[in-house]
Each structure stands twice: as C-alpha cells, then as structure tokens.
C-alpha cells in the first residue's frame, strides 16, 4: 500500500524530535500520534510518499534552525519517496485551481499536494482535511489518521 502524507503530519513528527517540549496539550498529542502513526506504517510495510511541494513547505520557515533542517534533509528521504511535480500533477492542478479562487490565492500548496494524490492515486492522509475542501474531485481520497478533540466539559 502507498499512501501521501501531507505536510502537517510531517510537521507533527519532526517537531516530536525537537529538544524543546511541546506548546500546548494538543500539540503534544499531534507530535505523539504522529510518531506512532508513521513508525506503524513503516512497521506495516506501508509505502510512505509526499509530494515535492511538502518538501518546500517543511524548509520554508524563516525561524528553522541548522539543526532542524538538516534532521529533516537526511531523514525525509529514509522514511518517504519525495514525489515529483511532472506534466501531469501541473495539470491537475491548473484544473483545481481555475475551479478555486481559494486555491489560486491562499493554498496553492495545498492545491499541489491534491494533484499529487491524484495524479499518482493515492489517499492523502492529513489531519486537517479542510485544506481540501476546495477540491471538486471525484478521485481525491482524504483520510486523517488522527485529529486532537479538546475534553469538552460543561
């Protein structure tokens, strides 16, 4: 099985590596989970990819440190097949797009990462699904593998 992780659970992961603690509950909750989320897939023999473009999401910060990039860089390509942009992904993507305002302005990334999915059929698995919301296709699976719910206490 081949599945496309999207750029938050790799945020959620690699901030687990981090020698800082956590922020706040849900961000240590989302740092745990991914860590199992992915150790257990890798386990399972699941086939874990991302596109190109969560690569450029994952180094952009203007804050990360020398130390985090470079944790990222050796083993991004250990635990994942970075996944290229080809004719295909762009064109899926021009569609999205010219379909999305949305897209066109605010979550272009987000719009190649879908493409991705499409173009090369498989679940995106991400833990905010309404990135995607503005994706009109029949052929995008989403799937979150775990989402943070605060207790609700009245």
Not at 12 to 41: E, G, H, L, T
Not at 61 to 88: G, H
């Amino acid at each position: 099985m081949r599945i496309l992780l999207d750029t938050n659970i790799l945020v959620d992961y690699f901030r687990s590596q981090r020698s800082s603690r956590p922020k706040n509950q849900r961000q240590a909750y989302c740092c745990q989970q991914a860590v199992q989320f992915i150790d257990q897939s890798i386990e399972q023999g699941v086939e874990l990819t991302i596109s190109c473009h969560t690569l450029k999401e994952l180094l952009q910060y203007k804050n990360i440190s020398a130390q985090e990039e470079k944790r990222i860089l050796e083993n991004l390509p250990l635990m994942c097949d970075i996944l290229d942009t080809n004719k295909e992904v762009a064109y899926i993507a021009g569609l999205l797009s010219r379909h999305s305002a949305e897209y066109r302005e605010h979550h272009v990334e987000d719009c190649y990462i879908a493409a991705t999915a499409i173009a090369y059929k498989l679940p995106l698995y991400t833990r905010n699904p309404d990135d995607f919301k503005y994706v009109p296709h029949p052929d995008l699976k989403i799937v979150v593998p775990y989402q943070y719910e605060a207790d609700v206490t009245s």
